[in-house]
């Protein structure tokens, strides 16, 4: 079966330092997979996806993600965190079904 | 992207209330989705509906349903509305092909049932 594992529920990094959050992924066909960011009492804005093209994938914000196929992981980073990227985010898979699978999410607190 | 509307985005209404939630996306996307999604929780895909007259149940049971009069439209209604049905419920479409596998989110509407 398929599925999105997210390690961490909770991870703080102070302003400045890296951010690297968690995704590993569970298939039996080649994946799509997607990283969103929900913000307080707002939807999912889509912050990147890896569709099988280049395995390291820029998105918004400053972050990026690089699809491991060998790890089957989907690891969100960005060099350097800012107060504004404190939110929620989800790591999500498409795996042929035209239907989305979530991971349970992170919660990223920055701190000052 | 999309555009995707949702309303209202807050609402509390009493138990028994007849409730709809409202859906719309400008692109002409055939694909639709609705998700419910407790606080600090994951997502889960309630509906979805791949064009006009479509609608599917998804893979968590829910009491609500849905309709799809309209390739715009995809309203979400509980006929009788319990405090359990207390909840985010955001909507999403996704574009024609070959970005058909994306979705796009609406901003989610908060309800409380007391």
């Known amino acids: 079966a398929q599925s999105v594992t997210q390690l961490g529920s909770h991870v703080s990094v102070s302003e400045g330092a890296l951010v690297l959050l968690r995704c590993n992924y569970s298939?039996?066909?080649?994946?799509?997979l997607f990283w969103y960011v929900q913000y307080p009492n707002q939807g999912l804005q889509l912050l990147l996806k890896?569709?099988?093209?280049?395995?390291l994938v820029k998105g918004i914000n400053g972050f990026e993600a690089e699809f491991k196929k060998s790890e089957t992981s989907f690891h969100l980073t960005k060099p350097s965190a800012h107060m504004r990227d404190a939110a929620e985010y989800f790591c999500?898979?498409?795996?042929?079904?035209?239907?989305?699978?979530f991971g349970t999410g992170t919660r990223l607190t920055i701190i000052p | 992207e999309a555009d995707i509307y949702q309303t209202p985005r807050y609402l509390v209404i009493g138990t028994g209330k007849k409730i709809t939630l409202e859906c719309s996306q400008t692109?002409?996307?055939?694909?639709m989705y609705w998700y419910q999604q407790d606080p600090g929780m994951e997502l889960h895909l309630i509906h979805y509906?791949?064009?006009?007259?479509?609608?599917e149940k998804g893979d968590l049971s829910s009491e609500s349903t849905v309709s799809r009069i309209r390739t715009e439209h995809f309203p979400l209604t509980l006929e009788s509305a319990r405090p359990s049905h207390t909840s985010q419920y955001l909507c999403?479409?996704?574009?024609?092909?070959?970005?058909?596998?994306?979705?796009?989110f609406g901003p989610g509407t908060r309800l409380l049932v007391l």
């Open positions: 999403a479409s996704s574009p024609p092909p070959p970005s058909s596998e994306t979705q796009y």
């Open positions: 298939s039996s066909v080649p994946p799509y």
């Open positions: 890896y569709t099988s093209a280049a395995t």
């Open positions: 999500a898979g498409n795996f042929g079904n035209e239907k989305l699978t």
């Open positions: 509906s791949y064009g006009v007259n479509s609608t």
């Open positions: 692109m002409g996307h055939d694909k």
